[in-house]
T-cell receptor, first 113, second 113 residues
Framework: GAGVSQSPSNKVTEKGKDVELRCDPI?????LYWYRQSLGQGLEFLIY????????KSGLPSDRFSAERTGGSVSTLTIQRTQQEDSAVYLC???????????FGPGTRLTVT | AQSVTQLDSQVPVFEEAPVELRCNYS??????LFWYVQYPNQGLQLLLK??????LVKGINGFEAEFNKSQTSFHLRKPSVHISDTAEYFC???????????FGTGTRLKVLA
């Protein structure tokens, strides 16, 4: 079946602009995660959605970052007033309820110039 | 706080030679452990996971890992590598029953002909 998809695959934006990154999880997966992968660093947890529960936003690095998940499916990660340090690959993952395994999308490479 | 250490940022190895990629974590509580592989310009793919039971875990593509609670380690091994194993490998840990992965910084495996 279809895996996790993310769009766009690449995004170049100017410093100060807002960007939106999209994630389509695997159908039927109730949990959705966003991670950031910066050069030379591991994957950094950003936010977690599970069903209708309040999201765990504890990993968001600043209030410029926000995410929503509509209808329990598609999620959008928004970065406002982008900074050069926001340049990274943003990965989305999903999982079935109660399953420890996360399935990752191909990521969106964000470059802030 | 939970942390994961992958001491080797890069590991070069000749084709058909054995390889071990090291992973240590810091936790005194029960954990789940994972190894993911990331091929160039792709998302992460699960190689294997330890949840409970036998400490020797076998995964895909001939990889295996051993959970050592006393040494808080979960090293990944393969007895004979192929060129196609060239990729970045990430170790991750989560506290049992929780969803949030903590990732290591990754080990880039380069298999040489």
């Amino acid at each position: 079946g279809a895996g996790v998809s993310q769009s766009p695959s690449n995004k170049v934006t100017e410093k100060g602009k807002d960007v939106e990154l999209r994630c389509d999880p695997i159908s039927g997966h109730t949990a959705l995660y966003w991670y950031r992968q910066s050069l030379g660093q591991g994957l950094e947890f950003l936010i977690y959605f599970q069903g209708n529960s309040a999201p765990d936003k504890s990993g968001l690095p600043s209030d410029r970052f926000s995410a929503e998940r509509t209808g329990g499916s598609v999620s959008t990660l928004t970065i406002q007033r982008t900074q050069q340090e926001d340049s990274a690959v943003y990965l989305c993952a999903s999982s079935r309820q109660g399953d420890s395994e996360q399935y990752f999308g191909p990521g969106t490479r964000l470059t802030v110039t | 706080a939970q942390s994961v250490t992958q001491l080797d940022s890069q590991v070069p190895v000749f084709e058909e030679a054995p390889v071990e990629l090291r992973c240590n974590y810091s936790s005194s509580v029960s954990v789940y452990l994972f190894w993911y592989v990331q091929y160039p310009n792709q998302g992460l793919q699960l190689l294997l996971k330890y949840l409970s039971g036998s400490t020797l875990v076998k995964g895909i593509n001939g990889f295996e890992a051993e959970f050592n609670k006393s040494q808080t380690s979960f090293h990944l091994r393969k007895p004979s590598v192929h060129i196609s194993d060239t990729a970045e490998y990430f170790c991750a840990v989560s506290n049992s029953g929780t969803y949030k992965y903590i990732f290591g910084t990754g080990t880039r495996l380069k298999v040489l002909a």
